[in-house]
């Protein structure tokens, strides 16, 4: 959204489009619109204030940020110190009392100036069965497909062609009586059943993808960040202070990880240009020793002419 103060307009035509996919969508039952609006409402004579207000009216929204204990500021610069409550959630009227919690948070490895904002809702949900779809547990590692090879396919088939061989088929589930809730269970556990056959059968045949990690990271930012963090937790439990030697040095420790993150993000896009040029050549040489190979081999004989 544009900043407060700057180009009106432009904010206003946002807030019409919102407005027109909300009333293309009027049998939905709650509407959660969350994002950085640019607006602090404590600036009452703001034009971006008067137009977000009247929006909120017309959408029938209410606004989490105003009478939230837990929300400081969402927008902080480092160099003046100004703080506002600019990021907000803004929701159905009807969602105000299902609000659990509502807050802002302030991270130490948060490098953007902005920080995030947490809500939190309690809705009645309404479960289709009793046996939920299998679910990627935490510890299970993403499978990565493009590095098996024939013998890892060849293995994964077979493993889960004897897998599904174990599952039965129901009854119920064959039974053209798809309003039943005995069909509609009966179908849900078969397939749950046979997505986890070949989860299974994944997990023991293919490779798992492999991490990759910022080439540098550890050792040129991975320090600021910690350094960055303990001196933004510090800053947390002295009250946030917006002066003072703790204000200081949270300000240079953060600057410092900011500029080595940078630092590994631009090592890491030329190590990613350099590869592409030498691929590019690589490739070139590659075809002119194609071209060179084609080329038909001329024999030439040099004939001495006699007086």
Not at 213 to 225: I, L, N
Request: overall charge positive.
């Amino acid at each position: 959204m544009p900043c407060d103060g700057v180009n009106a307009s432009a904010f206003i035509d946002v807030l019409d489009e919102v407005k027109m996919l909300i009333s293309m969508h009027s049998e939905c039952d709650y509407v959660v619109l969350g994002g950085d609006f640019n607006t602090d409402f404590t600036r009452t004579n703001s034009q971006h204030v008067i137009s977000l207000s009247l929006f909120m009216h017309e959408c029938n929204l209410e606004n989490c940020s105003l009478n939230a204990p837990h929300v400081d500021f969402t927008y902080l610069n480092d160099v003046t110190g100004a703080r506002s409550v600019i990021d907000h959630f803004l929701i159905s009227e009807n969602l105000i009392p299902n609000v659990v919690h509502f807050s802002s948070l302030h991270d130490g490895d948060n490098l953007s100036d902005h920080c995030p904002i947490k809500l939190q809702l309690s809705l009645p949900m309404m479960r289709l069965h009793d046996d939920p779809s299998p679910q990627p547990s935490e510890t299970t590692k993403k499978r990565s497909w493009p590095r098996a090879t024939e013998d890892n396919i060849r293995n994964y088939k077979s493993t889960l062609r004897q897998l599904l061989s174990l599952i039965p088929v129901p009854y119920a589930a064959l039974q053209d009586d798809r309003d039943s809730q005995a069909h509609r269970q009966a179908v849900h556990e078969y397939h749950d059943n046979i997505v986890n056959a070949c989860i299974r059968a994944a997990e023991a045949t293919i490779p798992h993808a492999k991490r990759r990690g910022r080439a540098g990271w550890k050792r040129h930012a991975e320090p600021q960040k910690k350094n960055a963090i303990l001196w933004n937790r510090i800053w947390k439990e002295s009250g946030s202070p917006s002066t003072g030697i703790i204000h200081g040095i949270r300000k240079k420790t953060r600057a410092e990880y900011r500029r080595a993150s940078r630092w590994v993000k631009k090592e890491k896009a030329m190590k990613s240009k350099l590869e592409k040029v030498l691929k590019q050549l690589f490739n070139e040489n590659a075809s002119i020793n194609d071209y060179q190979t084609a080329l038909p081999n001329y024999s030439v004989k040099f004939l001495k002419l006699s007086d």
